[in-house]
């Protein structure tokens, strides 16, 4: 009996207090990839929709020179 009580002490506690950490550091690192990933796809999508606004502004600005050039 001794042996178990020995054996649960020194090995299988140990063991699985380790094997909880190691779930609860992967629980938390899943966490934080999901935040990074979430405000990854918002940058990109604030830069695609910034680029798409000076994509139209640049559209228009050389629509007027060409109307311009135009009447000229």
Same mark, same amino acid.
């Given at each position: 009996?001794? @042996?178990?009580?020995?054996?649960? +002490? ?6 699985? @207090? ?5 779930? =609860?550091? =992967? ?5 934080? /990839? @999901? ?8 940058? +990109? =999508?604030?830069?695609?929709?910034? /680029? @798409? ?6 559209? +228009? /600005? ?11």
């Amino acid at each position: 009996m001794d @042996a178990v009580d020995t054996l649960m +002490r020194y090995v299988v506690v140990p063991l699985g @207090a380790f094997v909880w950490l190691m779930y =609860q550091r =992967q629980q938390d690192h899943t966490t934080q /990839i @999901a935040v990074l990933r979430t405000e990854t796809d918002m940058a +990109r =999508q604030s830069h695609d929709r910034e /680029i @798409a606004d000076i994509k139209d502004k640049l559209d +228009r /600005i050389l629509e007027k020179l060409d109307d311009k050039a135009d009447k000229s």
